[in-house]
């Protein structure tokens, strides 16, 4: 896949620098930097810089439904939206549908770069007959295009995946953290908490022969122990998961105990996939939010969790809850400089042409 490196001048301003001390995965519920294939229901916001729901990319024909809890105080753990005139979804690029595909916006307006007047806000068959590609679901909502093309949205974009890009790596280079434990009985791979309190962001780090032998295993179980402590003495759980570089990571283990039945310590798991550049594959529900800006997500089976990821086909759910884990301010220190003075640094897709 060819990239190239762009300068993007932008008048990012205030709201693109208090955006960048933040978890990009505590605002939005998907983030993608390529192609947005299929993800059945999203329940919170979406930013992605291509939709592409054409069947000859492997989109199985399933509408893609976004914001499903945006609309009102909800139990899983999103955010709902201020009016239906929030963006619940944004892209960057473009979007390429077949005849009959849909996108159901079910709280929330569309924010589409101008860029995207090339593909159909109405898609046509070769009779000459169309559909709508967007269904409006609350009254207030509406399809938004910025103006010029490539700049709001594609800038906004570059915005989000840049910060991204650097919490995934920043994450990856920190220490396990002192009195973190993983251990692995009878196929039961329980990871425990450090006792003290003082550790608010708990590490833990996994090599590649580690993770695929506790969870590309379907009689294997994860879980987590709390060692006594209460979730909300806790700010983060970071799970880095190195290598990846050459293979796919594919999970058939159950997930058990407190990460499945307790919403508060969903929000503060993740899994930090830094170094895979190639597929994550979830044949089992998988809980906790997935970090993992170069990779592909494939699977069938649910997320309770954001995820940031290169590309995603994905026949199954992504539920909330967003990641409440907040980045130390030196994470975005040159992020926050850079937008001050109006550039930002990031990897683009090279774009392609769209036929007419």
Not at 44 to 63: K, M, T
Not at 141 to 159: C, N, T, V
Not at 252 to 276: E, H, I, K, M, P
């Amino acid at each position: 896949m060819n990239r190239k490196l762009t300068v993007v001048v932008a008048g990012i301003g205030i709201a693109g620098i208090a955006e960048a001390q933040q978890s990009q995965l505590s605002i939005y519920n998907l983030i993608v930097r390529n192609n947005l294939v299929q993800a059945n229901h999203v329940y919170g916001q979406v930013i992605a810089q291509n939709i592409d729901l054409r069947s000859s990319s492997g989109n199985s024909g399933q509408p893609l439904e976004i914001g499903t809890r945006l609309g009102a105080p909800n139990a899983d753990g999103i955010t709902p939206i201020s009016s239906q005139s929030t963006a619940s979804l944004l892209v960057g690029d473009r979007i390429q549908a077949d005849y009959g595909d849909t996108i159901r916006l079910m709280n929330g307006s569309a924010f589409l770069d101008s860029d995207v007047t090339r593909a159909p806000i109405a898609t046509v068959d070769r009779s000459g007959n169309s559909t709508p590609l967007f269904q409006l679901q609350n009254q207030g909502a509406s399809i938004q295009r910025a103006s010029p093309a490539g700049s709001a949205q594609a800038s906004r974009f570059d915005s989000v995946f840049n910060a991204v890009v650097t919490e995934a790596s920043t994450y990856g280079a920190l220490s396990a953290s002192a009195g973190a434990s993983i251990a692995t009985a009878n196929n039961a791979t329980t990871f425990t908490i450090p006792s003290s309190t003082s550790v608010r962001r708990v590490v833990f780090n996994l090599t590649e022969a580690q993770a695929t032998s506790i969870f590309n295993n379907q009689n294997s179980s994860v879980s987590f122990n709390l060692n006594g402590r209460d979730v909300s003495s806790i700010d983060s759980i970071i799970v880095n998961i190195a290598g990846f570089g050459n293979s796919s990571f594919t999970t058939q283990a159950n997930f058990t105990g407190t990460v499945t039945s307790d919403l508060s310590f969903r929000q503060r798991l993740l899994w930090n996939f830094y170094q895979n550049d190639n597929d994550i594959s979830l044949s089992r529900n998988w809980y906790g939010s997935i970090l993992a800006p170069a990779a592909n997500l494939t699977g069938n089976s649910n997320l309770d969790g954001a995820a940031a990821v290169n590309n995603i086909t994905f026949n199954a759910e992504i539920h909330g809850p967003t990641w409440t884990g907040v980045p130390e301010t030196s994470t975005y220190a040159a992020v926050s400089f850079v937008a001050a003075v109006g550039g930002l640094t990031v990897w683009r897709r090279r774009r392609q042409a769209v036929a007419a």
